[in-house]
């Protein structure tokens, strides 16, 4: 089992900056993603990163501007969001999965996070 919970939401102008933080414990994992979901949207993909080797994966509209991270001895993964826009508004969840596969793709995670609201003001 592996337990994660996120930190770090809040509200934020337009041009903002947050960090997020998803704390983890339990197993191994082998990759730890973002997602996020707006009211009435599905839920999409953010970011991902490798556990072991930190290779890192993100979604067009966030490439730039999002970076996420790793500290190993912290158990932690976390998701600098930079340059914010009204359209990143959404509840985010940390999600983790161990087995390798398509990072994109919320299904094949094994483990989720209670989620995060982010919310950013025009």
């Known amino acids: 089992q592996v337990q994660l919970v996120e930190s770090g939401g809040g509200l934020v102008q337009a041009g903002g900056s947050l960090r997020l933080s998803c704390a983890a414990s339990?197993?191994?994992?082998?990759?730890v993603g973002w997602f996020r979901q707006a009211p009435g949207k599905e839920r999409e993909f953010v970011a991902a990163?490798?556990?072991?080797?930190?290779?890192?994966y993100y979604a067009d509209s966030v490439k730039g501007r999002f970076t996420i991270s790793r500290d190993k001895d912290k158990n932690t993964v976390y998701l600098q969001m930079n340059s914010l826009k009204p359209e990143d508004t959404a509840v985010y969840y940390c999600?983790?999965?161990?087995?390798?596969?398509?990072?994109?793709?919320?299904?094949?995670?094994?483990?989720w996070g209670q989620g995060t609201q982010v919310t950013v003001s025009s």
């Open positions: 999600a983790a999965r161990y087995t390798t596969g398509n990072y994109y793709r919320a299904l094949e995670y094994n483990y």
């Open positions: 339990g197993r191994t994992v082998y990759a």
């Open positions: 990163i490798g556990w072991s080797g930190g290779s890192t």
